[in-house]
């Protein structure tokens, strides 16, 4: 094939879906603007058109009228937030009331014999072409926009007795630039879902470390944040676990650093596979980790950070096939500190008591865990 579409892998799909609305909020407002301001025009520019049917004025301002609505509510929506209706609503309406505003023009011309079908052929032209850039969802949107209202307008051609030969070379340009449209909808669609994934590649590479896989800190950071907002808001516990391998310094010297890398590598993947799915892990530092963990309090943490440890201290076994050249097993143990929100905590005080936790695990012997102490205020 010549040209293969970009393809949202599955880890993406709902990203996609929040970052197309927000494009399609965007792109509501824009079509909104031109949809009342040319609809406006055309109504008051009869004259200027050398548009003779002044008789249909009212008529046509009522077959305008569901257009100028739709793009009132659409601009309603984004600048005071009310009604509360999706993008991509607001442009499928957007589209259909064009749609059915311009084949009504052309039904009512035609059953009222007026000449002016030059100036309805071009409505049809633009009309088509807008309706299809407004179809941000491609060929789903199509059997809506197109298909219904050209029907629709066939089967009241008929029931009106206006014979379907006089409209065909009417419909034939506004069909062909209704194809344009689409095509050039969809060129415009694969280009953002490419932009989005090589946005998405880049934060991913930017947020994962790339020798242990984790999280970066810059990564955990908003995620601390947003899970300190949701605690004040909703008032659910959310705990951290720090965690810092045990004389980590004396591997690396003993059996080197590639070696230490394997270490820190393994233990990483290790705590990720005991941790449960909405947890989140990063590498704080040089070889500390960072554990978060939502909707837990205190003592669930504690349980948490015991299992962490022990998972840790099996380190030894596993790694055994791993240094099997230097001919001598590993021992390689974390020591832990638990810290949980208290109300009106920041980040950065829930991390300074985990530290401090941390601290004591370590003076207390290592290989253990330790919480801090609650602040009363
Ligand atoms: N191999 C390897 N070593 C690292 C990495 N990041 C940090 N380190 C090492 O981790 C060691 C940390 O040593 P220290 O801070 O003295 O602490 P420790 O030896 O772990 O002793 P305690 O923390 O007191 O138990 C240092 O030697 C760092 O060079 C890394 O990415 N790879």
Redesign the pocket.
């Known amino acids: 094939m010549f040209y293969s579409p970009p393809v949202v892998p599955q880890k993406w799909q709902s990203a996609h879906e929040a970052h197309t609305q927000a494009v399609e909020q965007k792109f509501v407002v824009v079509a909104a603007w031109i949809l009342l301001i040319t609809v406006v025009v055309y109504q008051f520019s009869h004259d200027i058109r050398s548009f003779h049917s002044s008789n249909l004025l009212v008529t046509e301002f009522a077959i305008r009228m569901p257009v100028i609505l739709v793009a009132l509510t659409a601009l309603s929506t984004h600048y005071f937030g009310k009604p509360r209706c999706s993008g991509r609503l607001l442009l499928q309406l957007l589209a259909l009331s064009l749609m059915v505003m311009i084949l009504a023009l052309l039904l009512l011309h035609l059953k009222n014999g007026t000449n002016e079908f030059h100036q309805i052929s071009n409505g049809l032209v633009i009309s088509f072409f807008g309706a299809s850039m407004l179809s941000v969802r491609g060929l789903r949107d199509w059997p809506l926009l197109f298909l219904l209202p050209i029907a629709t307008f066939a089967s009241l051609a008929v029931f009106l007795d206006i014979a379907l030969e006089d409209v065909g070379p009417l419909v034939f340009d506004p069909l062909m630039m209704m194809v344009i449209g689409m095509i050039v909808m969809t060129a415009l669609r694969h280009i953002l879902t490419s932009e989005f994934l090589a946005r998405q590649q880049l934060r991913e590479v930017a947020s994962t470390d790339p020798?242990?896989g984790l999280l970066t800190r810059r990564a955990m950071e908003p995620l601390m944040d947003h899970e300190l907002q949701r605690a004040k808001r909703a008032d659910v516990p959310f705990s951290l676990v720090l965690g810092?391998?045990?004389?980590?310094?004396?591997?690396?010297?003993t059996w080197?650093?590639?070696?230490?890398?394997?270490?820190?590598r393994e233990t990483a993947r290790r705590l990720k596979v005991a941790l449960r799915h909405q947890d989140a892990l990063c590498?704080w530092?040089?070889?500390e980790l960072l554990v978060l963990l939502p909707d837990t309090p205190m003592e669930g943490a504690r349980e948490v950070a015991e299992k962490l440890r022990e998972v840790a201290e099996k380190l030894r076994e596993a790694m055994i096939p791993a240094i099997d050249a230097h001919g001598q097993p590993i021992t390689q143990t974390i020591?832990l500190g638990v810290a949980s929100f208290q109300t009106d905590d920041t980040v950065e005080a829930i991390v300074g008591r985990a530290d401090e936790a941390l601290y004591l695990a370590?003076r207390n012997g290592?290989n253990r865990v330790e919480v801090a102490c609650r602040v009363t205020g």
């Open positions: 020798l242990t810092d391998l045990d004389l980590f310094k004396r591997v690396n010297d080197g650093h590639d070696t230490g890398d394997l270490v820190l590498r530092g040089g070889e020591s370590k290592r």
